[in-house]
Structure formats: structure tokens, C-alpha cells
């Protein structure tokens, strides 16, 4: 079998799209994970995901739920293009005479894209972080506010007003602001904060996600030439992106840690990989590197879902003229 050539630009243009129709969708969710993960066990604000997107909205209004989307619409097109692009391109250049690849060499392929697309994930992340947990710091100071007057009696009037009572003064940081102060502080490297951690989690992720989702993808092809339904291909990205969620799921609160710039007073600081993991299992126990899970498979799955039925689209090949090809009917 002759093996076909693949565009690049055209395979860009997909992951591009993909990524910003997926986390338009899910984005409210992401924010909800982020701030879960960032909590500590003793300054409780948040129960759960619906008690933190509820309170979001009653103390900073229905945009709340979208602090630090702007930054991560505008990067994501780049880090999903190249994530899905990647693992397109090392998939060609791994398979031989366009036959069926091993799934050590679909490992290999995700590797490859999980290490390519850190260049633009961990400043996203990085950015998208601070300005998410901007009004989680704001939460968590109205309540200790609030706590010496409750034990005066008067506690559970003023704690119910610091979530009811309209939108409260949340710092209003851009990520222009943001970036500027990092690079003024720290240099370029500081945008690159936490880049170990997002490594430690993007390389296993995507050499579970990847093979999983094209042998998932394979099941529901008609025939080795054909392609797999759009819905059949949206299960298998809501599957596969599940499990490799969950898989590291610890990763990305070490990540999420290390990447919180502005911490309360009593909030630890981290000097490491490794000092954050030795201080969350001696301060906050083995049950807090799957703070945020939920959450994150809420996000994941059909994030993943929506990326790769846009992806498969071939809306790229579209707009250049070329003809659709999918790797995973190889």
C-alpha cells in the first residue's frame, strides 16, 4: 500500500479549530477544577464542582465562570494544533508502507506530541491559573473575614452575604499584566514555571489517549478503508480521554500547585516537584492528589470528544483543497 503524504498546515488548521470549539464548551468546568485543586483541606470554600461554579456566579457574575478564558482560547488554537499534529506526524513517520502501527510505536507517537506541545501548554497554563483562582483567594479572604464575628452569633448572616449579595471586588489582573511582571521578575523562565510537572503529565497522557482512542476509533469503522461514525469517533474521544484523565490526575494538582503564584498567608509554598509531593501527603494525605478528578474528567472527556469529530472533519483539508485523510483508518 502506497503510503499517503499528510499536510501539515491542513492538520494545524484542524487542531486549531478543534481546540477552540472544545473548550469554549467545557471551559466553566476547567476553571471549577482549578480552583478544587488549589484549596487546602483546612480553608475549605468550595464542597464540590456545583457549589464552586453556584458561588462563582453569585459573587462575580456569569463571566466569572470565564476568568482567564481569553488567554486560553488564544493558546490553545497553537497547543492543540500542535498536540493533534504532532501525533499525526510522528504516527506517519512511524508506520512503514502505511501499515497498522504497534501500540509501542502509538505510545512513542503520543510521547512525541505530549513533549512538542508543552512549548505552548505550560505558559497557557501558567496564565490561564492565576486569573482562574484570582476569585477562589478572594472567597477564601471574605470567609475568614467573617469568621471572628462568628462567634459573636453573627456568622451565618454575613457569611451568606459575602456569596449573595452581588458581585464582590475581585483583583481585575490581565494576563498582559501577568506576563509583563513575570518577565520583568523572573525572566522567560517564569512563564515556564511548573514546565517538569506539565511534562510529568502531558507525555502520559497522551501515550494513553492516543492509542486508546485509535484502537477505541478502529471498532466502529465499516471497513479498514472507511472511516468510523462521528458519534462512534466522539465516544472514543470521550472514553480515551476519561481514562487517561484520571490516569494523571495527581500530575496536574503537583502541576496546578506549582503554577499558583499568589497564595493566601497560610498557604504552603512548593520548591519543587518534589517538595510539592512531600508536603501534600504529609499536610493533606494520598486523597489530595485526586482533588479536582471529577472535574477533570467532566473536561476531558468531551473536550477530547468534540476535538477529535472536529479534527476527523478535516476541515483543514477543506479550506486548502486537499483531500481528507485520517491516520487512523491505516
Not at 471549577?32 to 461554579?53: E, F, I
Request: glycine share 10%; proline share 5%.
Amino acid at each position: 500500500m502506497t503510503q499517503q503524504q499528510i499536510s501539515l498546515p491542513a492538520k494545524l488548521i484542524n487542531g486549531g479549530i478543534a481546540g477552540l470549539v472544545g473548550v469554549t464548551c467545557v471551559f466553566p468546568i476547567d476553571l471549577a477544577k482549578t480552583r478544587l485543586q488549589n484549596q487546602r483541606s483546612d480553608q475549605q470554600v468550595y464542597r464540590n464542582m456545583m457549589d464552586c461554579l453556584i458561588k462563582t456566579v453569585r459573587s462575580e457574575g456569569y463571566f466569572g465562570m470565564y476568568r482567564g478564558a481569553a488567554v486560553n482560547l488564544t493558546l490553545v488554537t497553537p497547543e492543540k494544533a500542535i498536540k493533534l499534529a504532532a501525533n499525526d506526524f510522528f504516527r506517519h513517520k512511524l508506520s512503514k508502507d502505511g501499515s497498522r502501527l504497534t501500540v509501542f510505536k502509538e505510545m512513542l507517537a503520543g510521547c512525541g506530541a505530549g513533549m512538542c506541545q508543552v512549548i505552548i501548554t505550560t505558559p497557557m497554563e501558567m496564565l490561564k491559573i492565576q486569573l482562574q483562582d484570582a476569585g477562589r483567594l478572594a472567597a477564601q479572604q471574605r470567609k475568614l473575614a467573617v469568621l471572628p464575628a462568628m462567634k459573636f452569633g453573627a456568622g451565618n448572616a454575613l457569611l451568606s452575604c459575602s456569596y449573595s449579595g452581588g458581585p464582590a471586588p475581585v483583583l481585575r489582573v490581565s494576563a498582559t499584566q501577568i506576563t509583563q511582571e513575570l518577565l520583568r521578575t523572573r525572566g522567560i523562565q517564569g512563564l515556564y514555571t511548573g514546565l517538569g510537572a506539565t511534562l510529568m503529565r502531558d507525555i502520559p497522557f497522551s501515550m494513553v489517549y492516543f492509542p486508546l482512542f485509535a484502537h477505541l476509533n478502529n471498532l466502529g469503522q465499516p471497513s479498514e478503508m472507511e472511516k468510523a461514525p462521528f458519534y462512534w469517533s466522539f465516544i472514543s474521544g470521550c472514553m480515551a480521554g476519561c481514562t487517561a484523565a484520571v490516569a494523571v490526575n495527581p500530575c496536574d494538582v503537583i502541576k496546578t500547585r506549582l503554577q499558583s503564584l499568589k497564595k493566601s498567608t497560610s498557604e504552603e509554598s512548593y520548591n519543587g516537584v518534589v517538595d510539592c509531593i512531600s508536603k501534600i501527603m504529609q499536610k493533606e494525605g494520598p486523597g489530595a492528589f485526586l482533588k479536582g478528578a471529577s472535574c477533570r474528567v467532566l473536561i476531558i472527556a468531551p473536550l477530547f470528544g468534540i476535538v477529535q469529530v472536529v479534527y476527523i472533519l478535516g476541515v483543514g483539508e477543506f479550506l486548502l483543497g486537499q483531500s481528507p485523510y485520517n491516520l487512523y483508518t491505516s
